[in-house]
């Protein structure tokens, strides 16, 4: 069946630095791939998503690129603030044969936290 | 302005008591998911709808009922059933998947966080 792995968190960085947080995954089909963020006590965001591969979604300074030979889609960022302290999530949608409904699978969540 | 609004923030239920979760959303989206998170963990399926007066069990549908009366709201109900009910609950929504099959964007809602007394 379909899975997303996420790197082990949590991730504590200063302020300014490099992020990458990764992301691989197994389907059977043709998957989107999406980063969704949640802020503390709060639902989930789509911060940003591909549909194909060699796809590059972007959004807020994330991005993130959907490389299917290598089934991964990690997400980075040049210069994070404390502002992106939150938990990102990876997650696919496979659409292998037009039989699904739309069902995400997620990965398990990779709490950031980001220090002044 | 449009979104999907869930109540109550925070519901807490007693031993043997079936408690039921808000989900409304004016997007006009056809589908409607309901999730459960907790700590540490992904989401994970409870139930999903892709039309009025249909949905479908997801990965976890045990000690949960749903109904789908109208295309605005998916009430998710937690039985007695179930025996470990405190957890985050999430109610997503999404456009018609005959039009855009499954690559159409889920927006969630706040949640509402489920104690056990």
């Known amino acids: 069946g379909d899975s997303v792995t996420q790197m082990e968190g949590p991730v504590t960085l200063s302020e300014e630095a490099f992020l990458t947080i990764n992301c691989t995954y197994t389907?059977?089909?043709?998957?989107?791939l999406f980063w969704y963020v949640q802020y503390p006590g709060e639902g989930l965001q789509l911060l940003l998503k591909?549909?194909?591969?060699?796809d590059k979604g972007s959004n807020k300074g994330f991005e993130a690129t959907y490389r299917k030979e290598t089934t991964s889609f990690h997400l980075e960022k040049g210069s994070v603030q404390v502002s992106d302290s939150a938990v990102y999530f990876c997650?696919?949608?496979?659409?292998?044969?037009?039989?699904?409904?739309?069902?995400?699978?997620f990965g398990q969540g990779t709490i950031l936290t980001v220090h002044p | 302005d449009g979104g999907i609004t869930q109540s109550p923030k925070y519901l807490f239920r007693k031993e043997g008591q079936n408690v039921t979760l808000s989900c409304e959303q004016n997007?006009?989206?056809?589908?409607m998911y309901w999730y459960r998170q907790d700590p540490g963990q992904g989401l994970r399926l409870i139930y999903y709808?892709?039309?009025?007066?249909?949905?479908q069990k997801g990965d976890i549908a045990e000690g949960y009922s749903v109904s789908r009366e109208k295309k605005e709201s998916f009430p998710l109900t937690v039985t007695s059933a179930q025996k470990n009910p405190t957890a985050f609950y999430l109610c997503?929504?999404?456009?018609?998947?005959?039009?855009?099959?499954?690559?159409?964007?889920?927006?969630f809602g706040p949640g509402t966080r489920l104690l056990v007394l």
């Open positions: 997503a929504s999404s456009m018609d998947r005959r039009t855009f099959f499954s690559q159409e964007t889920q927006y």
């Open positions: 389907a059977t089909g043709y998957p989107s």
């Open positions: 591909a549909t194909k591969a060699d």
């Open positions: 997650a696919l949608s496979d659409h292998a044969g037009g039989t699904s409904y739309g069902k995400l699978t």
């Open positions: 997007l006009n989206h056809d589908a």
């Open positions: 709808s892709q039309i009025v007066n249909d949905f």
